[in-house]
């Protein structure tokens, strides 16, 4: 099996929101996604977005996705890559597609002078939690992930 990555375009909006689809249903959470087509057209392609994305392909076909964007680190002074999501289609799993967006992140981390290549996965993810280790990534079990969100993060913003 041959791949290609490539940046993605307004025009794969769609694409997109699939992937983040099937993703969400795989982590249990298909009811949780609020994103249209017009809110990633807006997000990840318009005016002043911090996020990108690329499509992987296999024979022209969208095979998967990933999509980062920068965050930074007061201890080296430099950016970061984070990964917020990387997808691959169940027929093209088991095939290294994974590892080659993965790959594909990396080189751009290093072009881009980060001083780190971060993300997130499910503990109960086995599958990823494999590859992740097969790359040699290392886990982070020192740090608590925080979150606010919905009617939280509203309130806590207009609390005095």
């Excluded at 290609?4 to 307004?10: G, L």
């Excluded at 909006?13 to 809110?39: D, N």
């Excluded at 999501?85 to 169940?90: E, R």
């Excluded at 751009?108 to 040699?136: H, M, Q, T």
Aim: hydrophobic share 40%.
């Amino acid at each position: 099996m041959s791949f290609t990555i490539r940046p993605a375009t307004p025009d794969d909006a769609a694409t997109i929101l699939g992937f983040i689809t099937q993703l969400a249903v795989y982590e249990k959470a298909g009811h949780e996604v609020e994103a249209t087509e017009e809110t990633i057209r807006a997000s990840v392609f318009g005016k002043g977005s911090v996020t990108e994305a690329v499509i992987l392909e296999s024979d022209g076909k969208p095979a998967g996705f990933a999509v980062w964007f920068y965050n930074y680190s007061t201890w080296q002074a430099k950016n970061g890559l984070y990964l917020e999501d990387l997808y691959v289609s169940p027929d093209y799993r088991g095939s290294g597609a994974g590892k080659l967006l993965l790959k594909h992140l990396a080189r751009i981390a290093v072009e881009k002078g980060c001083g780190r290549f971060e993300w997130s996965v499910l503990d109960w993810n086995e599958p990823a939690i494999r590859v992740y280790d097969s790359i040699g990534a290392e886990p982070q079990t020192e740090w608590i992930r925080y979150r606010l969100s919905g009617d939280k993060l509203k309130a806590f913003a207009g609390a005095d």
